[in-house]
């Protein structure tokens, strides 16, 4: 084959695979049948809005709908010996990893667990 001959049979190639022109007009049409939507919800700001429809999440209050940090709060601090607390969250394998909680001079103020919430204390008078 000559280089002719692919010139020419890549022009009638882009010829049949033409794409597709929007004018002024097919634009301003599409654009009369697609609601505004609020600047919030375009630029992003407004997280309770469902990305694509822009309607009201059912995750508004977040993702797990759960209790959790009320429930912690109510559980008392833990009082420990030393000057420093280690927590494991409990429950062998489903615990987390090994936290060194420093509680020593912190004038009997509780320390949380930054994994699962739990407070820690020094003992009064312990050293």
Known sequence: MTMKAIQLLR??????HARPSFTASSCRALSSVIPEAPQSAMDGSDKSLNRLERTESQYKLGKHRSNALELIEKVPPIEVEGDMAICDGGGGALGHPLEYIKVGYRGGKPVSCVYCGLKYVQKAGGH
């Open 11 to 16: 022009q009638a190639a882009l010829r049949t």
